[in-house]
């Protein structure tokens, strides 16, 4: 199978480096100098109320926001205005949606094989091989000639998953994967999710889900106003939440 | 009834129950279910009864259908020469044998195309005459049906099977098939010089009738709407002059109507290009009539791109799919198929308003039938030989909004 196993070696070099990012929407200061690095295989959870910039941060990794002034450098490569950098990142980072953005004119094999074929230039056989080999990873095999519009919300969160993998992503970014589900679909997106992590992706996931972020994550960052205010594992943002902002949230969100 | 605590039976599984109408039934339902239904169907036959009433009568008894029946060929080709009709009928075979494909590979319903195209070629083969009276109205003329209906019925029919059987493949090569037809067509109709044997040429003044509307529409639609969806995309563009260009072009020649650009064409042409060019006269009007097409097909096209949730660029964004490429598999199947009524619509206005050629000195049916009008032999005719044209236009435009429906279909347009 073609999951990311966990291989060291490129040394201690963080994955993504972000450096005093900033971005405005028109006059309203969305990021205020985030820095934040991860390494290789690690699990993020990202959380915080909203407009703290979460998605916000997110989507610029991949450059589907534009930040205005730091540095943002995935494996290696800067992330500028040059669209080959642009283009040779995104081959890297595989997205997971609230709202899924699956293809509605496409089959569920059609959506998951499309990139492969065309980005990647597989053979048809190649990537129809191993798109069904991830839609079984997802569970959803039998699904592979229908639409969309005929499958239920965790079943199509489950494709856009499988879709994103296709690329034999390093890195997987989640923005709120659950947040458009009913409590029994987003127990089934979950268990892919866990599978994930623990296979050895580096993921990064803006959630609410904190039975996940317990469970899965390595570290956890709050995020509040475009800043980060507090980060540590999992244990010590539940146990020992430092600062009264995080303690807040989290007795809002815990009850 | 006390809810049974513990084991909760599971009630059996029925089929739905089964709705059938005796044919008063469903009067009843559809017609006469309640008072104000009751009074619109009596309204409406009225108004069906007052209309149609003397029409028919008119059409069966008093209407002098001999100079429609005699004039058959004009209406349909104009003075196309007639001892090279043949090519004429094999453009109609080729284009019978495409649909007859298209539509066993893509449509369901091949019942119904293959009894009517069998229904024709019956037509074609039984030795069946019209017989109509003559302008004085004393003896009977005998008139067979062009023998040429058995070929097409039979192409139609077995093209449609062959669609059928094989869409797979045949679904993968009509394509190609439609897009060589242009020229094939234009070939067989235009000829190739005057000397040759096989297909001598015929001067573009010669077409005329229901052919020349078809040709000018169609090669106005199949040019135009790929011309404009490169300006509606042009227009979305982030580059200040292609999308300056563009919308210039657009609101341009939208701004006259299409009779002005006719003129425009066929005046001011000559004027731009050196005395020695000589531009055929049906190629400016042609080109005027795409301009028109393309203008309109842009914005139409425009409309289904912005019908398109952010999200889908945005998925594609991430997939690394270059622009070119998400255009291509992601945004324009979806926005194609949205706005496939609105450019049925177009479609259909288009091939009425080739009518307009008519100004512009270009013998198509219309035309046609007004010239036929003013022929002493045929004085008096004007109500059955409009009528004629009507029913022709009829046929065109509904035909044309059966394709668009059915298309709709085939790419589930409301169900996914």
């Known amino acids: 199978m073609s999951e990311q196993q966990l291989v060291e070696s490129n ?21 205020r100098g985030i820095d934040m690095e991860v390494q290789k295989g690690e699990k993020i959870v990202i959380f915080g109320p909203s407009g703290s910039g979460k998605s916000t941060f997110i989507r610029t990794i991949n450059r589907l926001e534009e930040h205005q002034r730091g540095q943002i450098i995935v494996d290696g490569i800067e992330l500028t205005h040059d669209v080959k950098n642009i283009a ?55 699904q592979a000639e229908k639409y969309p519009g005929q499958l239920s919300g965790g079943q199509q969160q489950r494709v856009a998953i499988a879709r994103a993998l296709a690329m034999q992503p390093k890195i997987m970014l989640f923005d709120e994967p659950t947040s458009a589900l009913d409590p029994e679909m987003i127990a089934e997106v979950l268990d892919v999710m866990t599978e994930l992590a623990e296979s050895g992706m580096t993921m990064l996931v803006v959630t609410h889900e904190m039975g996940f972020a317990r469970e899965v994550c390595d570290r956890m960052v709050f995020f509040d106003e475009g800043q980060v205010v507090e980060e540590g594992t999992p244990e010590q943002i539940f146990e020992n939440p430092q600062n009264d902002r995080t303690k807040l949230f989290l007795s809002q969100i815990l009850h | 009834m006390a809810v049974m605590a513990g084991e909760h039976e599971r009630r059996e599984v029925l089929p739905p129950p089964v709705e059938r109408y005796t044919v008063l039934g469903w009067l009843y339902k559809n017609l006469f279910s309640s008072w104000y239904n009751i009074l619109l169907t009596g309204l409406s036959l009225g108004i069906i009864y007052i209309v149609l009433k003397p ?35 094999w453009a109609v075979y080729v284009l019978v044998a495409l649909i007859g494909l298209s539509w066993g590979a893509h449509f369901r319903n091949h019942g119904r195309g293959v009894v009517f195209f069998s229904a024709l070629a019956l037509l074609g083969a039984l030795p069946i005459e019209l017989s109509v009276m003559d302008m004085q109205r004393e003896s009977l003329l005998y008139l067979p049906l062009p023998a040429e209906f058995l070929p097409v019925g039979l192409v139609g029919a077995i093209a449609i099977a062959v669609g059928r059987f094989g869409a797979q493949h045949v679904r993968a090569l009509v394509n190609y098939g439609w897009i060589l037809y242009v020229p094939v067509v234009l070939l067989l109709i235009r000829g190739i010089s005057p000397e040759h044997a096989l297909l001598p040429l015929v001067r573009t003044s010669e077409w005329g009738g229901l052919m020349l509307n078809i040709i000018v529409s169609s090669t106005a639609l199949v040019l135009g709407l790929p011309i404009g969806i490169a300006l509606a995309l042009g227009r979305r563009s982030q580059l200040p002059v292609m999308r300056t260009l563009c919308i210039t072009f657009i609101e341009w020649i939208r701004g006259a109507p299409l009779i002005m650009w006719l003129f425009t064409a066929q005046v001011m042409l000559p004027l731009f290009l050196p005395p020695e060019i000589r531009v055929d006269k049906l190629i400016r009007a042609q080109v005027a009539v795409t301009m028109f097409a393309a203008a309109y097909s842009a914005e139409i096209v425009r409309g289904g791109l912005q019908a398109i949730p952010a999200g889908q660029y945005e998925a594609a964004d991430a997939l690394a799919l270059t622009k070119a490429q998400s255009v291509r598999h992601i945004v324009l199947p979806q926005a194609l198929r949205t706005v496939i009524p609105v450019f049925t619509n177009e479609a259909i206005g288009l091939s009425k308003d080739t009518s307009l050629l008519k100004i512009v000195g270009m013998h198509e049916m219309l035309s046609m039938a007004t010239l036929v009008m003013s022929n002493p032999d045929f004085l008096g005719t004007q109500r059955e030989l409009l009528f004629f044209a009507g029913v022709i236009f009829w046929i065109v435009t509904y035909a044309i909004s059966y394709s668009g429906r059915r298309v709709e279909r085939a790419q589930g347009l409301g169900r996914r």
């Open chain 1, 11 to 31: 040394g201690d070099e963080p994955i993504i480096i972000a450096r005093d990012v900033h971005k405005w929407f028109g006059q309203f200061h969305a990021l």
């Open chain 1, 88 to 142: 040779a990142i995104r081959q890297e980072i595989g997205m997971v949606f609230q709202s899924f953005n699956l293809f509605p004119h496409l089959t569920v094999l059609r959506n998951v094989t499309l990139a492969p074929l065309q980005v990647r230039r597989r053979s048809k056989e190649d990537a129809e091989k191993a798109a069904m080999q991830l839609l079984e990873r997802v569970g959803i095999p039998e």
């Open chain 2, 55 to 89: 029409t028919l009568v008119w059409a069966f008894t008093k209407a002098r259908w001999v100079s429609v029946a005699l004039n058959m060929a004009n209406l349909f080709v104009g003075v196309y020469p007639r001892e090279e009709l043949w090519r004429v009928w």
